[in-house]
């Protein structure tokens, strides 16, 4: 079992940054492949990010590439998400969620996720 809990969020200007956290439970979160996404208001829920167990492989989707960063700590159990650059368009909850073994995009191959943290960005 794998509790998560993402912290980070708030309001930002266009243009700005924030750098989101998601501190894991259990003594195997070296084994998890972590992902964000986000959820706007009256959209489907969609990938963000990706990073595989060892960190050593990460993905992002089109729309953050090159203004957003995932990394981990294994030592603290902690997965990150570093936003620059944030467009109105990044208002959203923020999730993380993790499953075990290889990486995925897909939202429902991942077992555990946050309670999410919201991201709101004013133009």
């Known amino acids: 079992q794998v509790q998560l809990v993402e912290s980070g969020g708030g309001l930002v200007q266009a243009g700005g940054s924030l750098r989101l956290s998601c501190v894991a439970s259990g003594r195997t979160f070296s084994s998890y492949a972590m992902g964000w996404f986000r959820q706007a208001p009256g959209k489907e829920r969609e990938f963000v990010a990706v990073i595989s167990w060892s960190g050593g492989y990460t993905t992002y989707a089109d729309s953050v590439k090159g203004r957003f960063t995932i990394s981990r700590d294994n030592a603290k159990n902690t997965v990150y998400l570093q936003m620059n650059s944030l467009k109105p368009e990044d208002t959203a909850v923020y999730y993380c969620?993790?499953?075990?073994?290889?990486?995925?995009?897909?939202?429902?191959?991942?077992?555990?996720w946050g309670q999410g943290t919201q991201v709101t960005v004013s133009s």
């Open positions: 969620a993790a499953r075990a073994g290889l990486w995925a995009l897909e939202s429902y191959k991942y077992t555990y």
